[in-house]
Structures are given as C-alpha cells and as structure tokens.
C-alpha cells in the first residue's frame, strides 16, 4: 500500500541549511515530489525527482533519493525567513490512477 | 500565465445544504484533479479527470460527492446533504497529460459546514 510520512516540525536559524526528511513505503514509486504551502495558499511545487534518480539540484534546493531505504530529503541551503511554510512530500506510481499520495508535511520554522 | 482558479475561496454553509465548488485549470491542461485537505493533514485523492471523463474517481468517499468536467475545461465538484465531517479545504489541480507532468495546484476553497 501506500504510504508517506514525515516529521511534523523542524526549526533552524536564518542562514542555515535545513534537511526535511520523507520515507514512502511503495516500492514502485515513479516520481516523488516536494511541495510547500504557505498560510492560506495552495501548494506550491518545489522539485520533483524520477525514482531512477539519486539527487538532483536546483539553486538552493537538492534532493536526494535513497531508493533502496525509501528515502527521500529536501536540503534548503542558506535558509530564509521566507522559507517558513510546510513541506510535503508526495510520491506517485506508475499506474493510470496518476494521483499523488502526501505526506502530513513538515512545518519549517525559519528564525531570524 | 494565469494558474489554477478556484471559487469561491471561502464558503460556509449550513448542514444538509448542496455545494457546488468550482475548478478553472491552467489552460491547455487536459488532466484535473480535486483533493481534500483536513486541518493538520496532506491533501488525500479525491477524483481525476483526463478530458472530460473521470478516469479515477476511487478517492470520492461517499455518493453525496460528485464531480463534472462537461466541455474538458472547468470543473465543478458538488457534495450534497452537507455534514460537519465534509468541512476541510478542497483543492484543484491540473497538468498536462504526460504521466511526467507536475501537478500544479490552485488556493482551494476552505469549506466550513456549521
């Protein structure tokens, strides 16, 4: 079955890097993806990664994919205030069901 | 260009009450997708439409929910005999039809049923 899950709360200084962890449990996951919603707004697509994929990078973004533990990191280099939001991870499989399965998402707390 | 509209993105409305909660994709986008978002949670899989016709509906929970997507553009989801438990954000997505595509997601209407 499917299933996606994540740390509720992380908190860092501005400045810092910040690591947002998400293990999924579907073997044959296709993409996984990472997604933030701010206070009142939608969500917001981050990056996204294909399961034969080990990292990818994108700016102040890298993700890192651990296919073998079901492993997947958001690492946010020289983090904001505006950063602040929660991160969810989601995966998708390959079947013509197309719907993403989320994570509880990680509430990043950036302070000053 | 323009993203994904919803509207209204506020509605409050009395239990038993019918809603109707509107979808309005990026433009070109054939595929569109509603979830539902519960305070604290991640958005759970409602229904997906390819075109016109729902290809997935497997997420809707019950019978008092139904979605439309008549001319493959707009969609309306709407959920009848409103109960307390149906209050939660509902959100829109839509992407193009490559099964590679992002989704990409409007604000959502936050729906409160008193």
């Known amino acids: 079955g499917e299933d996606v899950e994540q740390s509720l709360f992380l908190s860092v200084r501005e400045g810092d890097s910040s690591v947002i962890n998400c293990t999924y449990t579907?073997?044959?996951?296709?993409?996984l993806y990472w997604y933030k919603q701010e206070p009142g707004a939608g969500l917001q697509l981050l990056t996204y990664?294909?399961?034969?994929?080990d990292m990818k990078q994108d700016q102040r973004l890298t993700v890192l994919l651990n296919k073998k533990d079901k492993h997947l990191s958001l690492r946010i280099a020289d983090t904001q205030t505006g950063d602040s939001a929660i991160y969810f991870c989601a995966e998708s499989i390959n079947t013509g069901r197309r719907a993403l399965t989320f994570g509880s998402g990680t509430r990043l707390q950036v302070q000053p | 260009g323009a993203g994904v509209s919803q509207t209204p993105s506020n509605k409050v409305t009395e239990k038993g009450k019918y809603v109707e909660l509107r979808c309005d994709p990026i433009s070109g986008h054939t595929a569109l997708y509603w979830y539902r978002q519960s305070l604290g949670q991640g958005p759970e899989f409602l229904i997906y439409f390819q075109g016109t016709g729902a290809a997935d509906d497997s997420g809707l929970p019950n019978d008092r929910f139904f979605a439309v997507r008549p001319e493959g553009s707009v969609s309306t989801l709407k959920i009848q005999r409103t109960e307390r438990g149906d209050s939660a954000v509902y959100l829109c997505?839509?992407?193009?039809?490559?099964?590679?595509?992002?989704?990409?997601f409007g604000n959502g209407t936050r729906l409160t049923v008193t």
């Open positions: 997505a839509s992407s193009l039809a490559a099964s590679d595509s992002p989704l990409h």
């Open positions: 579907d073997s044959s996951s296709t993409y």
């Open positions: 990664i294909f399961s034969n994929m």
